[in-house]
């Protein structure tokens, strides 16, 4: 499939799911240069889209290190988005996070910024990390 064919399946509201299964069938190649867009909608659950994308990249979640971990770094302020991913993407796909992705979510566990301090990020990191590893708490 051409690219601009491609970015034609993205949702254009948060309630368009109409190509969310010409999406979920994509190749890992195809859907690459897609994934950045995808992943906006993950900034509030409650959209009726981003469930259906959370399941999309849960399964893709090899393909957005470099995504995650810039989306993690203390610079980045869009709190609500790293909570969401913090309690909806990562634990639906805990089991393939990379190495990387991981010691981004340590860093806000351990050493929160303080706005990550105020939306208690740093107590979603936790947890998650726990649920990973229940024998180390």
Avoid: C, G
Wanted: hydrophobic share 45%.
């Amino acid at each position: 499939m051409r690219t601009d064919n491609l970015y034609a399946l993205l949702p254009k509201d948060k309630h368009d799911i109409s190509d969310i299964p010409k999406l979920a069938v994509l190749s890992d190649a195809e859907i690459q240069p897609l994934l950045p867009e995808l992943l906006k909608w993950l900034q509030d659950m409650n959209w009726p889209v981003s469930r259906e994308i959370l399941k999309i990249l849960s399964e893709r979640i090899h393909l957005l290190e470099s995504d995650l971990i810039k989306l993690f770094a203390p610079e980045q302020q869009d709190e609500i988005w790293k909570y969401w991913l913090l309690t909806a993407l990562l634990p639906a796909s805990a089991e393939k996070l990379s190495d990387k992705t991981i010691a981004s979510v340590r860093r806000i566990a351990a050493s929160p910024t303080e706005s990550e301090k105020i939306e208690e990020l740093h107590l979603a990191a936790q947890k998650l990390l726990q649920e990973m590893n229940p024998e180390k708490s």
